[in-house]
């Protein structure tokens, strides 16, 4: 079964700073991946998907994440964090079939000013 | 466009008084639907996704049951509500294989 991993339960970092959240998967196939954004009380919104092809994705708010199989990760990246962006992200898991996703426990990021 | 209801958004129930969350989805037909629950600092845990009406499958054994009624609607329910039921369950639709999941806001249920 498909496991998700994200190591770091907190992350804070100052406005403006570059932005990196780890997540590792487990799966015996060509993973689909995904990075949610949660905003406290809310659902989940989608941040940018991996299916195949090119390793390195694009998202919205200047979200990027680079699939890496050899390292079994999909870490998430931003260049220049912005107070908006304090939220929980999560990391997420497809199965080929039946849309699935298996979710990683989550990370707090926090922007101090 | 396509568009998630769900509601309530907060529930306070006793131990032992019946569940029923309703979440609609509007703008797609035959949508994969799905009901998750979050712990605080545990993540998502798939509870119940259905691929089309009366279709059901059950992620893990718990007191809580789904139905789909209609090919849009997904209800979660629980006879006699424990404790352990609090949480705050959130209702996603995708429209095929490997499509991303859509979420609605969330029911934060407190069990008392």
């Known amino acids: 079964a498909q496991s998700v991993t994200q190591p770091d339960i907190h992350i804070t970092v100052s406005e403006g700073a570059s932005l990196e959240l780890r997540c590792n998967y487990s799966y015996g196939a060509t993973p689909y991946l995904f990075w949610y954004v949660q905003s406290p009380g809310q659902g989940l919104q989608l941040l940018l998907k991996y299916f195949s092809g090119d390793t390195l994705v694009q998202g919205i708010k200047g979200f990027e994440a680079e699939f890496k199989r050899s390292q079994s990760s999909f870490n998430l990246r931003k260049p220049s964090v912005h107070w908006s962006d304090a939220a929980e992200y999560f990391c997420?898991?497809?199965?080929?079939?039946?849309?699935?996703?298996?979710f990683g426990a989550g990370t707090i990021l926090r922007v101090k000013s | 466009s396509q568009t998630i209801h769900q509601w309530p958004a907060t529930l306070v129930q006793p131990v032992g008084s019946p569940l029923s969350l309703e979440c609609t989805v509007e703008?797609?037909?035959?949508?994969?639907l799905y009901w998750y629950r979050q712990a605080a600092g545990r993540g998502l845990q798939l509870l119940f996704y259905?691929?089309?009406?009366?279709?059901i499958s059950s992620e893990v054994p718990q007191n809580l049951s789904a139905s789909r009624p209609q090919d849009r609607q997904f209800i979660l329910s629980s006879k006699k509500l424990l404790l352990s039921d609090s949480g705050f369950y959130l209702c996603?639709?995708?429209?095929?294989?490997?499509?991303?999941?859509?979420f609605g806001n969330g029911t934060r249920l407190t069990v008392t």
């Open positions: 703008g797609t037909s035959n949508p994969n």
């Open positions: 997420a898991v497809g199965e080929v079939e039946g849309n699935k996703l298996v």
């Open positions: 259905s691929v089309g009406i009366g279709q």
């Open positions: 996603a639709w995708a429209g095929s294989y490997n499509s991303p999941l859509h």
